[in-house]
């Protein structure tokens, strides 16, 4: 059975940049909905259900033909959710810029933070309708910005380990700043967990 992780922070710690209410709605309702209806599509499927998250994500087609959707939606939204509430943090205790070999990553890849963050927040703003941004580690150990729709995560698409992730459903925005999705994705940053990010490049490089 897939669990919901327990948040390292109160649901009000990150205010003001997501609010209370959408944390109660956000991590109580729809991310633990998410991770029922997976364990619901995986019921009597034991061999499925020891795998890991993202081995079921990298081979859906080796599913049965009658979960495969339910699976790609629920398993997609259990794992990035999965990812994006570790990865975040209250603005007064992050660290709030990446440091070492993931700071020279960055440089390598796009210049400066800024560079990525500019890269990151347009592919956030540029996803028509529901999705996720993402930094992901590419088979080369290279980083890569990218989006994807639905609950869709990287992983699905090929050989990428995603490190960041930021949910641009209407759902995890519009209590605290209605149709300005570009507010939302620029204020962001100040909750990222460079630490959490850090120890996700590390396992993903090493
Ligand atoms: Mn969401």
Do not use: C
């Not at 339910?70 to 570790?86: C, E, Q, S, W």
């Not at 209407?170 to 605290?176: G, P, R």
């Amino acid at each position: 059975m897939f669990k919901v992780q327990a948040l390292a922070y109160d649901q009000d710690a990150l205010e003001p940049i997501i609010g209370a209410g959408t944390m109660e709605v956000h991590y109580g309702k729809h991310y633990a909905g998410y991770t029922t209806k997976l364990n619901a599509a995986l019921e009597g499927h034991a061999d499925l259900q020891e795998k890991s998250i993202t081995d079921l994500l990298s081979n859906l087609e080796e599913l049965p033909s009658d979960i495969k959707t339910a699976v790609r939606n629920n398993g997609g939204g259990y794992l990035n959710h999965t990812i994006f509430f570790d990865i975040m943090g209250p603005a007064s205790e992050v660290s709030e810029q990446p440091e070492g070999d993931l700071l020279e990553a960055i440089e390598d890849g796009f210049g400066s933070v800024e560079d990525l963050q500019d890269e990151f927040n347009a592919a956030a703003k540029g996803r028509f309708g529901s999705g996720w941004a993402w930094l992901v580690v590419n088979a080369e150990g290279e980083l890569e910005v990218m989006d994807t729709p639905n609950q869709d995560n990287p992983v699905m698409l090929g050989d990428y380990t995603p490190i960041l992730g930021l949910d641009v459903w209407e759902h995890a925005y519009y209590l605290d700043y209605q149709n300005d999705r570009g507010g939302y994705v620029e204020s962001w940053w100040q909750i990222v967990d460079w630490d959490k990010v850090t120890a996700r490049y590390e396992a993903a490089t090493k």
